[in-house]
């Protein structure tokens, strides 16, 4: 079963940028869909973006022209670059496939903060 391990949060400003790792084990990543998704304090964990082991991409409306969700399957790395960071963004970001979704199985996620 593939392991997933999310990195690179941190305090930023608003307006000021962040890239978010996944870092997977297993030789067969490529296959997988994945997806980023945040939880803020007392919120549900939501969906932030999503790509498909054929590379299409999707968004939500709030994340559109800000948020860019790439992957090196060389690597077995998908990435998040977040720009114009805004403090409502503030949250633990996780990724994940749809298979440890179904599952319940969350990683320990990155938290990201943007507060000046």
């Known amino acids: 079963q593939v392991q997933l391990v999310e990195s690179g949060g941190d305090l930023v400003q608003p307006g000021g940028s962040l890239r978010l790792s996944c870092a997977a084990s297993?030789?067969?990543?490529?296959?997988?869909?994945v997806g980023w998704y945040r939880q803020a304090m007392g919120r549900q964990r939501e969906v932030v973006a999503a790509?498909?082991?054929?590379?299409?991409?999707n968004y939500i409306d709030s994340v559109k022209g800000r948020f860019t969700v790439s992957r090196d399957n060389a690597k077995n790395t998908v990435y998040l670059q977040m720009n114009s960071l805004k403090p409502e963004d503030t949250a633990v970001y996780y990724c994940?496939?749809?298979?440890?979704?179904?599952?319940?199985?969350w990683g320990q996620g990155t938290l990201v903060t943007v507060s000046s």
């Open positions: 994940n496939v749809p298979r440890r979704v179904a599952a319940g199985v």
């Open positions: 297993g030789n067969t990543f490529s296959i997988y869909d």
């Open positions: 790509i498909g082991s054929d590379g299409r991409t």
